[in-house]
């Protein structure tokens, strides 16, 4: 049995974490830190989970992390960082699902995120947490910096054509759209449901912290230099992730050259579905699963190829992922406890 620890335990990644752990069968769930719900049982708050998780929350200084074989970072960024060295030198594996290990680059880490990285000398073993385009690394890694969701569609859509080298890596576009558990389930004005229910905006348009992210793990894929313009959208639904992604051809291709690209990239991916060409994926064929799906199109057969993915924000987008990097990291068949069929309607 593998020992887990959960930092965070009482935030949307932390209980779909506890959600997922606790059909896990090789998952023994030892410490869930809350510092506002110290003491408090977790089936108690989450009584989803009654029956399945008998542990109380406890707050970060006293949980026994340490005990632990690999500890989760449901937490802001930041947090893990300043307590990674530690567990590491514990012999504890670590995987934060938030910004602190995803990026090599540090200036562009402290620009995005506003703080100063406490650890910069583990940032060269940390390994991106993306399974199907890093999964080699992710075997034999302690440390993980799980994707941030929005990249996590925008990396498996333009994959397979910047490999194949036949887009303008130069001239990359993703529209996307999140539900509001994307923000998480701190209080805030914008995420009030009479705030964000029956209406839809874009933000970050200026900018957003995972065009960095994003780039920097694109441009692994290719010569040439990327270039992309991201804007998320906020949607009026829980859960969810839809991105509409485009890309300028630079060569003759088929449709059916096209769709191949695709369906080879991911062929043997368990969590990765690449749709008929020409389908139009809903965010709720994803919903509680960690089931990504793409579809191909090429309006007008024309000389851009348009790339829907759907997956669920909370799920491939974090919690899900994260499991999924910890299956590989102890030698466990990735999909273990990661079964579920999507919720529908
Ligand atoms: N929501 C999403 O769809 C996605 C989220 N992420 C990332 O995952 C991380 C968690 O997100 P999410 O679950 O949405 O966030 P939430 O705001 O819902 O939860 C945050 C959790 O962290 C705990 N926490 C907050 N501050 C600290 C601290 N200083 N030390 C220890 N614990 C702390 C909170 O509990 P308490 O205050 O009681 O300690 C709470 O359990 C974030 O970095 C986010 O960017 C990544 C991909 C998708
Ligand atoms: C809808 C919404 O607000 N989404 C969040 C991103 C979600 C996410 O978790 O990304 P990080 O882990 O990089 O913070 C945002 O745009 O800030």
Redesign the pocket.
Known sequence: MIKIGIVGGTGYTGVELLRILATHPQAQLTAITSRKEDGVPVAQMYPSLRGRVDLAFSSPDKANLNECDVVFFATP?GVAMAQAPELLANGVKVID???DFRMQDVAQFEKWYGMEHSCKDLLSEAVYGLPELNRDKIKSARLIGNP???PTTMQLGFAPLLKAGVIDAGNLIADCK???S???RKAEIGILFSESSDSFKA??VAG???TP?TIEQLQHLTQDKVSLLFT?H?VPMIRGMHSTLYAQLTQEISNEALQALFEDAYKDETFVDVMPFGSHPETRSTRASNMLRIAVHRPGNGKHVVILVVQD?LVKG?SGQAVQCMNIMFGLDESTGLQHVPVNP
Do not use: D, M
Request: net charge neutral; with cysteine; proline share 4%.
């Open positions: 960024h699902l938030a910004a941030g969701c929005y999140s539900g509001v994307g923000a998480g933000y970050g957003h912290r995972h992210e998320p906020l924000n974090a």
